[in-house]
């Protein structure tokens, strides 16, 4: 059974309420420095009705057109087996367009810099969302303010550290802070729209375009800001396959764009009565009194959105590891029901150093929007094009051309929000952008040194069959026990066992080849796990297939083979498991550049070990040491 699927899984009431708590954290605190962005940001505006119009019709049709028609109800219909993200898009994409082509590297591209982006906005989501809630305490003193960096890394620090326990217990409370959380954006936002109701003519796209009209450049530069609405769209797409489809829709449409579009608009009222208001317009909607608690449930709600992000780094990097393009990592599983729950000591402590270094160098949320939306808008970019590919055949009865000429104009949309903030490379957005070259070189130089070091193998390999029967015509001396050599290729003699016979000349009386192949879909179901193949009197061949959001055990499929083959011997004391190990050497001739063959050889060497990764009893494992030249 899948695991995504929804089967068995609580209410539609249960995962709604679940879903606000994960995938809405990073849209759902936009509203404490959008706006503020918008109109006081690098940009300066007058806070005029024309302004203060024209950018809230430009943030209401933002909200519309992008996360509303482009991903809650076109971009999710694009699952792969109920799973969501671009690289189950990447995924679906290169199913379409076909093994070796041009077409699918350029597929492989565009989704491998999607999520290696994703790396950005991870670092940046923490660091901005945080400071900007505990800004808040400088609107109830400015003896404050120097406190401010010094509690963002105190409460950063904090999250990380806690990483390592999991969300199982502390995730129960996210979904009802978040409702909180939004009830109370919508409350702040409706009183200030009672008072001054005019402001909900910005809802009309009319006041938008005059805006653009009259200050076109201003318009274009702008749209950097606007786009600080739309953060966390991704989440929504990425997420899926722990909520489904109706519950990220029910959450999306029932309460949360109901709750940021009033608290926009109650921001752009309370402008509009108080213009010296844009010091703080967000934390100034509340009532003196209640500005302290406002600071404390923002603080709250800013954490659970740096919690989404930093799980959605950690099943990114683990999907990464699945479709082979990034070395082998430490997984720790923090629930024992939840599969999705998982902890990288590795991605926590590169994330924590890199979120307290981007704080130190910014230090104030102001600073840190000229570094946010980058990363996002590429990725929105990303995506909307591998949609091209895997939608046309998404929608029953409607015209394939109908959904391309809606998705060339949210492409026409995504260009633009990407454009205004290719502006900020040079105040900040280099950030993210150099986070993100890096991952995607790393993950590039990951598969490419793995697909020779596969072809560097092969060229000494000798056919699987042809050597059984060879061995079983003229057998070795044979020893008590199994032997089980875990093998990249399936149809060929592993590399262990030809070592094993030159060097120790025995043969064991049982022989089983082992290959773990992973698919392009999610999750495999139990009953296509595992396939078993008699390949003589006492050799066998076992096929093991994983899915993308998997974790192989070897444990878990000898357990499998043994109830689907009872005669076949794999008691754990009597099985002995054979590994190559190779190292990494440079070639005569080499095939890669020099910086990244040395780049690929650390990678390698730092790897986790795959008695680790594959969950094998370490004192029944073998190593098979061996050079090979790249």
């Given at each position: 059974m899948n695991p995504s699927s929804h089967a068995g899984k609580p209410g539609n009431a249960a995962m709604t309420l679940a879903a606000l708590g994960v995938v809405y954290g990073d849209i759902g605190t936009s509203p404490l420095y959008t706006l503020k962005e918008c109109l006081n940001g690098h940009v300066p505006l007058p806070i005029v009705a024309e302004n203060v119009l024209g950018m809230l019709s430009m943030v209401f049709w933002g909200l519309m057109l992008v996360v509303s028609v482009k991903y809650v109800v076109l971009i999710l219909r694009a699952d792969n087996r109920?799973?969501?993200?671009?690289?189950?898009?990447?995924?679906?994409?290169?199913?379409?367009?076909?093994?070796?082509?041009?077409?699918?590297?350029?597929?492989?591209?565009?989704?491998?810099?999607?999520?290696a982006l994703f790396y950005g906005d991870s670092i940046i989501t923490p660091a901005i969302s945080v400071l900007s809630a505990l800004e808040g305490i400088g609107v109830?003193?400015?003896?404050?303010?120097?406190?401010?960096?010094?509690?963002?890394?105190v409460v950063l620090i904090a999250l990380?550290?806690?990483?390592?326990?999991?969300?199982a217990s502390v995730g129960k409370l996210f979904g009802p802070v978040m409702v909180v959380w939004f009830t109370t954006l919508g409350l702040l936002g409706l009183w200030q729209v009672i008072q001054a109701p005019g402001v909900l003519a910005a809802v009309n796209p009319i006041y938008a375009l005059r805006f653009v009209s009259h200050h076109a450049w201003q318009a274009f530069v702008l749209l950097g800001a606007v786009v600080l609405a739309l953060t966390g769209a991704e989440a929504l797409y990425a997420d899926m396959g722990h909520f489904g489809r109706p519950a990220i829709r029910r959450a999306w449409f029932g309460l949360v764009l109901p709750s940021l579009v009033?608290?926009?608009?109650?921001?752009?009222?309370?402008?509009?009565?108080?213009?010296?208001a844009i010091a703080n317009p967000f934390f100034l909607l509340a009532p003196s009194w209640g500005i302290l608690p406002l600071v404390v449930l923002a603080t709250l709600a800013t954490v659970i959105a740096s919690q989404a992000?930093?799980?959605?780094?950690?099943?990114?990097?683990?999907?990464?590891?699945?479709?082979?393009?990034?070395?082998?990592?430490?997984?720790?599983?923090?629930?024992?029901?939840?599969?999705?729950?998982?902890?990288?000591?590795?991605?926590?402590?590169?994330?924590?150093?890199?979120?307290?270094?981007?704080?130190?160098?910014?230090?104030?949320?102001?600073n840190l929007a000229s570094a946010y939306g980058f990363a996002v808008t590429c990725t929105m970019v990303m995506t909307t094009l591998l949609a091209f590919t895997v939608l046309g055949k998404r929608f029953s009865g409607v015209p394939r051309l109908g959904i391309f000429?809606?998705?060339?104009?949210?492409?026409?949309?995504?260009?633009?929000?990407?454009?205004?903030?290719?502006?900020?490379?040079?105040?900040g957005g280099w950030f993210p952008l150099l986070i993100g070259v890096i991952a995607f070189t790393l993950m590039m130089t990951w598969k490419r040194g793995r697909a020779l070091l596969a072809d560097?193998?092969?060229?000494?390999?000798?056919?699987?069959?042809?050597?059984?029967?060879?061995?079983?015509?003229?057998?070795?001396?044979?020893?008590?026990?199994?032997?089980v050599f875990m093998t990249a290729s399936a149809d060929r003699v592993p590399h262990a066992l030809l070592h094993n016979l030159k060097h120790n000349k025995v043969l064991h009386e049982q022989v089983v080849f082992m290959t773990v192949e992973n698919a392009d879909i999610p999750y495999v179901a139990t009953r296509e796990?595992?396939?078993?193949?008699?390949?003589?009197?006492?050799?066998?061949?076992?096929?093991?297939?994983?899915?993308?959001?998997?974790?192989?055990?070897?444990?878990?499929?000898?357990?499998?083979?043994?109830?689907?083959?009872?005669?076949?011997?794999?008691?754990?004391?009597?099985?002995?498991?054979?590994?190559?190990?190779?190292?990494?050497?440079?070639?005569?001739?080499?095939?890669?550049?020099?910086?990244?063959?040395?780049?690929?050889?650390?990678?390698?060497?730092?790897?986790m070990r795959a008695t680790s990764f594959f969950k094998i009893p370490p004192n029944r494992v073998v190593e098979m040491g061996m050079q090979v030249e790249l």
């Open positions: 109920g799973e969501g993200g671009v690289l189950a898009l990447m995924a679906l994409a290169l199913r379409e367009a076909g093994t070796g082509t041009r077409k699918a590297l350029f597929f492989t591209a565009l989704g491998i810099f999607g999520a109830v003193s400015h003896r404050l303010d120097p406190y401010i960096v010094p509690m963002t890394i990380f550290v806690l990483q390592a326990r999991g969300t009033l608290n926009y608009f109650g921001q752009g009222a309370l402008l509009l009565s108080n213009p010296a992000v930093i799980s959605g780094a950690y099943s990114m990097t683990s999907q990464a590891i699945q479709l082979g393009f990034a070395p082998r990592m430490g997984i720790e599983h923090t629930s024992d029901t939840e599969i999705g729950q998982i902890y990288m000591p590795g991605i926590t402590w590169f994330l924590l150093v890199a979120v307290i270094a981007l704080v130190l160098l910014f230090r104030s949320s102001g000429a809606l998705l060339s104009v949210l492409l026409v949309i995504d260009l633009l929000l990407f454009s205004s903030n290719a502006l900020k490379i040079h105040d560097r193998l092969h060229q000494g390999e000798l056919p699987l069959e042809g050597f059984v029967e060879m061995l079983e015509a003229s057998p070795p001396q044979r020893v008590e026990g199994t032997a796990r595992v396939a078993i193949r008699r390949l003589g009197d006492t050799f066998y061949q076992i096929i093991a297939t994983y899915g993308f959001k998997e974790e192989p055990s070897v444990p878990a499929i000898l357990k499998l083979v043994k109830e689907l083959q009872p005669e076949l011997d794999l008691d754990p004391m009597q099985t002995s498991f054979f590994l190559s190990r190779e190292t990494i050497v440079a070639a005569k001739y080499p095939e890669m550049s020099l910086w990244r063959r040395k780049i690929f050889a650390l990678m390698n060497r730092n790897a």
